[in-house]
C-alpha cells in the first residue's frame, strides 16, 4: 500500500490526470481488446458454421451416391436380358453382346455421377468374358476372369455367404492404370438369380479423392479434408500431412456433432467433423486460420492505429482541460502565500473565471474581507480593553481609600469601647477587600460562606436583628470551589424582597450538599414569597442580580449549572446547582491546585 502511495503523483493536477487515463483510457483499450477476441470468436463461429455446413453437404451426397451406386446394381441384377447374355454369351455375336453390356455399364456409369467423378465399372461371367467402362483414350490391360474373382473381397463374400460388400482398396489389375496413388472404394457383388444361381460379378470402383474434389469445387471456403474409418484408421490423407495423431486426439470431431469444432495447439486451424453412419466413416474438415488471421490482423491494425490517435488526442485534450481547472487553483494557492506578506491585503480578480471557479474566487474574497473586518474588530476591542483597564486601575483609587477610612474607623471605634461599630466596619471591609480582588473567578464555599456571613451580619445589624442566619454545610464540601460573590446575592435577594418587612422571627437558612457530581446549595427564607410586593424603599440596586449570576454560571459551566427559584408557603426556595470541584486549601499567594472530585 505504501509502495502504491509513493507511486501516485502529489500534485492534483497530474492525480486528475492519471485519474481520467485510469478510469477512461484503460477500460477504452479492454473494451477494445475485448471487441478484437469477440469479432475474432465470432468470425471463428461462422466459418465453423460453413464447414458444417459443407460437410452436411458432403455427407449427403456420399449418402446419395452410395444408395445410387446400390440401385445400380439391383437394376443390373434384375436385368433378364443382362442376365440371358451373361448366362448365354454364345447366343449373340461377341461383337453384338459386348456392345449392348458395354452401353449398359455406361449408362449407369453416366447415372450415378454424370460423368463429374471417375467411375469404373467392371462386369465379368463365368465364361471368361470381362466387360469394363474403359471408354477411349483411356490406357488397356487385359485381365481375366479369373484376376476379378480371385480378389479377396469375393473370398470374404463366399466366407460369409453375402451378396455384396463396399471395401476400400488400393489400385489393383487394370484399376493400377486408371487410378495410379489412389484412394479407392468399390462395391463388389455376386450377381444371382431369383433361384440364387449366380452369373456375374460386379465391381462398382469409385475414386474418393476425385470424388470429394469433384463435390467441393463448388464451395467459397476452400479447406482441407480428411476420411477415417470406424476404427478411426485413416483413410484419406494429404501427402503432406502430419497431423493424424493430433486429428485422433480431437474426440469431439467424432461425435455426430458438425457444429462442434476445435482449434490446434498453436491455433493456426479450425477443425469440424462429421459422422456418416452408413459408411461408418468420420469426415474431418481443416480451414487454415491464417486467411481469417490475415483479415484480422490488418482490421486489428486499423483499430489500434485509429485508437492510438484517438489515445493521443484525447491525452491532449484531458491536460488542456485539467490545466484550466487547476490553473486557478494555483492562483489561489499564490494568492494564499501572499497573505502574510501583503497583511491580507490581495484579491482574487473575479473576472477571470466562470461558473463554480467564480463562485470559489468570490468566496475567497468574501472571507479575506471577513477575516479583515473581524482583525479589525479585534483591535478595536483590544484597545476598549486596555482602556477599560486602565479605568478600572484609576478606579481601584476610592475603594483603597475607603478600606483604609474603614480601618482608621474601626479602631477609632474599638478604642473608644464602641465594639459593634468596630465589628460592622470589619466586615465591610471584608467585602470591600473581595470585591477589588477581581482576579479570582473561582473560591471555596468556606470563603464564599464567611463573606455571607459578614454580609448578613451588617443587614441583621440594619434591620435591628429581625432576622437570623443558620448554615449547614457538610464538611468534605468546605473547599468546594463556588464562583466569588455567587451567594451574596442571593443573600441579599431574600433578604430585600422576604424578610424586611417582618419585625422579627426572620430567617434565612444556607445548606450545601453533594448530589453524584454536582454541587447543590439552598438558600431557603421565610419571607413573604414570591408573590410578595417590595418594600417601599428610594434605594435602587445596585448589585450583582439573578441575572448576572446566571450570566457568569453560563460562562463557566456552560449547561452543568442551573439557578433556580420555588416558591414555598411560606417564603422562597432557591437551588444553585453547579459541578462538584474539589480544591485543597491554599494561600492568597498560592494558586489553587483544582481537581474534580467527581472522577
Not at 281 to 298: I, K, M, Q
Not at 461 to 482: N, W
Request: proline content about 4%.
Amino acid at each position: 500500500m505504501k509502495a502504491w502511495r509513493s507511486l501516485w503523483p502529489a500534485s492534483i493536477k497530474n492525480r486528475l490526470f492519471v485519474s481520467i487515463l485510469l478510469f477512461v483510457l484503460v477500460p477504452s483499450a479492454f473494451l477494445q481488446l475485448r471487441n478484437i477476441s469477440q469479432l475474432e470468436t465470432a468470425m471463428e463461429s461462422n466459418i465453423s458454421q460453413q464447414n458444417a455446413a459443407q460437410l452436411d453437404s458432403i455427407k449427403n451426397g456420399m449418402e446419395n451416391l452410395r444408395i445410387g451406386v446400390l440401385g445400380g446394381m439391383l437394376q443390373l441384377e434384375r436385368d433378364p436380358e443382362l442376365i440371358a447374355m451373361l448366362s448365354s454369351p454364345g447366343e449373340l455375336a461377341d461383337t453384338d453382346r459386348d456392345l449392348q453390356i458395354a452401353n449398359r455399364l455406361l449408362a449407369l456409369k453416366q447415372r450415378l455421377m454424370n460423368a463429374l467423378t471417375p467411375v469404373h465399372i467392371t462386369l465379368a461371367d463365368q465364361y471368361g468374358h470381362v466387360y469394363t467402362t474403359t471408354e477411349e483414350g483411356e490406357p488397356e490391360r487385359f485381365v481375366s476372369v479369373s484376376d476379378i474373382t480371385g480378389q479377396p473381397e469375393y473370398a470374404t463374400l463366399s466366407d460369409t455367404g453375402q451378396s455384396y460388400m463396399w471395401a476400400v482398396h488400393e489400385s489393383r489389375d487394370l484399376l493400377a492404370d486408371l487410378f495410379p496413388q489412389s484412394e479407392l472404394y468399390s462395391l463388389f457383388a455376386k450377381l444371382t438369380t431369383v433361384d440364387g444361381d449366380t452369373f456375374g460379378y460386379l465391381r462398382i470402383t469409385l475414386d474418393i479423392r476425385t470424388w470429394l474434389q469433384s463435390m467441393t469445387n463448388g464451395f467459397q471456403v476452400k479447406q482441407t479434408y480428411y476420411l477415417f474409418d470406424g476404427d478411426r484408421q485413416p483413410i484419406l490423407l494429404p501427402q503432406d500431412d502430419r497431423a493424424t495423431a493430433q486429428l485422433l486426439g480431437m474426440r469431439e470431431l467424432f461425435a455426430n456433432d458438425p457444429y462442434r469444432h476445435a482449434t490446434d495447439e498453436n491455433s493456426q486451424f479450425i477443425y469440424n467433423g462429421i459422422y456418416l453412419p452408413n459408411l461408418d466413416w468420420t469426415l474431418v474438415t481443416r480451414f487454415p486460420l491464417e486467411a481469417l488471421s490475415g483479415n484480422l490482423r490488418a482490421m486489428r491494425s486499423e483499430v489500434i492505429v485509429s485508437f492510438s490517435l484517438t489515445v493521443v488526442l484525447f491525452i491532449g485534450v484531458t491536460y488542456a482541460i485539467v490545466s484550466s481547472i487547476v490553473r486557478p487553483l494555483r492562483a489561489l494557492q499564490r494568492t494564499m502565500k501572499e497573505l502574510v506578506d501583503r497583511d491580507l491585503d490581495v484579491r482574487i480578480p473575479e473576472h477571470r473565471f466562470k461558473g463554480e471557479l467564480l463562485v470559489l474566487a468570490k468566496a475567497f474574497n468574501g472571507m479575506i474581507g471577513d477575516i479583515k473586518g473581524l482583525i479589525s474588530r479585534l483591535r478595536t476591542e483590544e484597545r476598549q480593553k486596555e482602556a477599560f483597564h486602565f479605568q478600572m486601575l484609576m478606579s481601584q483609587m476610592n475603594p483603597h481609600f475607603l478600606l483604609n477610612t474603614l480601618n482608621t474607623i474601626k479602631w477609632n471605634a474599638r478604642n473608644h469601647g464602641d465594639l459593634a461599630t468596630s465589628e460592622i466596619c470589619q466586615n465591610l471591609g471584608r467585602l470591600l477587600e473581595s470585591s477589588l480582588n477581581s482576579e479570582v473567578d473561582l473560591v471555596h464555599l468556606k470563603e464564599e460562606i464567611e463573606l455571607v456571613k459578614a454580609y448578613a451580619y451588617i443587614q441583621s445589624f440594619r434591620y435591628d436583628h429581625s432576622f437570623k442566619t443558620e448554615y449547614e454545610i457538610d464538611e468534605e464540601l468546605q473547599y468546594a470551589l463556588v464562583p466569588k460573590l455567587s451567594l451574596q446575592p442571593l443573600v441579599e435577594n431574600a433578604i430585600y424582597h422576604g424578610l424586611v418587612h417582618m419585625k422579627d422571627g426572620g430567617a434565612i437558612r444556607i445548606s450545601a450538599a453533594r448530589r453524584e457530581r454536582q454541587l447543590r446549595i439552598e438558600i431557603r427564607d421565610n419571607g413573604q414569597g414570591l408573590g410578595g410586593e417590595k418594600p417601599k424603599s428610594g434605594r435602587k440596586r445596585k448589585g450583582i442580580g439573578l441575572s448576572n449570576l446566571r450570566a457568569r454560571l453560563e460562562l463557566l459551566f456552560k449547561d452543568r449549572s442551573s439557578l433556580s427559584l420555588f416558591p414555598l408557603e411560606q417564603g422562597t426556595l432557591v437551588v444553585l446547582e453547579m459541578p462538584l470541584l474539589i480544591s485543597s486549601p491554599y494561600d492568597m499567594e498560592v494558586k489553587p491546585d483544582v481537581e474534580n472530585s467527581a472522577r
